[in-house]
């Protein structure tokens, strides 16, 4: 599904989902000091990207050390992916990343990177799903549906979007002024619609509501 996995130095996932991902991901890259929790659940990181403050040394000769300061490490480890990982260039398609232990810990992160995948979406074309221990942020553009399961928890945040409306919600979607607006929705059924003239972030949660 995933071409790699980047994990970040956030809260490192426990839910099954996110860790199925990462234990069946084809390649696995580690933001800095993400490369200790990788080795506590047993899995080999193949690069480990950023300014390598936090990378203890057994680990050193999988750092590819990125000074500037200008982005984080997880933006680091995306230019990354973009420029050294092969895809098959006869068919080209988009880059497909997982983004793991990218919230957590510090809200102001958690905050920063979920707008950071939004704009590997909109600027460098990655198809990217952000997991959390709850469920998973999802950029979109335009018309999109998604599948689902009665009563599972979604929200939307709207990057933009003149026009957006919803089929399969408990509440029919808007062009949300503010990011509170099209939180707390619900599916009613297998899967959920949007027509926009824009770009917008789907929230899911794994499961239905208790």
Same mark, same amino acid.
């Given at each position: 599904?995933?071409? /790699? !996995? +980047?994990?970040?130095?956030?809260?490192? #996932?426990?839910?099954?989902?996110? &860790?199925? @991902?990462?234990?069946?991901?084809?390649?696995?890259?580690?933001?800095?000091?993400?490369?200790?929790?990788?080795?506590?659940?047993?899995?080999?990181?193949? /690069? !480990? +990207?950023?300014?390598?403050?936090?990378? #203890?040394?057994?680990?050193?000769? &999988?750092? @590819?050390?990125?000074?500037?300061?200008?982005?984080?490490?997880?933006?680091?480890?995306?230019?990354?992916?973009?420029?050294?990982?092969?895809?098959?260039?006869?068919?080209?398609?988009?880059?497909?990343?997982?983004?793991?232990?990218?919230?957590? &810990?510090?809200?102001?992160?958690?905050?920063?990177?979920?707008?950071?995948?939004?704009?590997?979406?909109?600027?460098?074309?990655?198809?990217?799903?952000?997991?959390?221990?709850?469920?998973?942020?999802?950029?979109?553009?335009?018309?999109?549906?998604?599948?689902?399961?009665?009563?599972?928890?979604?929200?939307?945040?709207?990057?933009?979007?003149?026009?957006?409306?919803?089929?399969?919600?408990?509440?029919?979607?808007?062009?949300?002024?503010?990011?509170?607006?099209?939180?707390?929705?619900?599916?009613?059924?297998?899967?959920?619609?949007?027509?926009?003239?824009?770009?917008?972030?789907?929230?899911?949660?794994?499961?239905?509501?208790?």
């Amino acid at each position: 599904m995933f071409n /790699v !996995v +980047i994990v970040a130095n956030g809260q490192f #996932p426990s839910h099954e989902i996110p &860790l199925g @991902i990462l234990r069946n991901a084809r390649y696995v890259v580690a933001c800095d000091g993400a490369i200790a929790s990788l080795q506590k659940e047993g899995i080999e990181a193949h /690069v !480990v +990207i950023g300014d390598g403050d936090s990378v #203890p040394e057994e680990f050193r000769h &999988l750092l @590819i050390q990125i000074d500037e300061q200008d982005d984080n490490d997880l933006t680091k480890a995306t230019r990354y992916c973009i420029n050294h990982l092969t895809l098959n260039t006869s068919h080209p398609a988009p880059l497909r990343i997982a983004y793991l232990g990218a919230t957590g &810990l510090r809200e102001d992160h958690t905050i920063g990177n979920i707008g950071l995948l939004m704009r590997y979406y909109r600027e460098m074309g990655i198809e990217g799903v952000m997991y959390t221990d709850f469920g998973m942020f999802t950029p979109a553009y335009g018309n999109k549906t998604f599948n689902s399961e009665k009563g599972q928890q979604v929200s939307i945040f709207n990057f933009g979007c003149q026009h957006l409306t919803s089929e399969g919600l408990r509440w029919n979607s808007y062009a949300y002024d503010q990011w509170w607006q099209g939180t707390l929705n619900e599916a009613i059924g297998n899967s959920f619609s949007f027509f926009a003239d824009g770009y917008y972030m789907v929230y899911q949660t794994y499961g239905k509501l208790k």
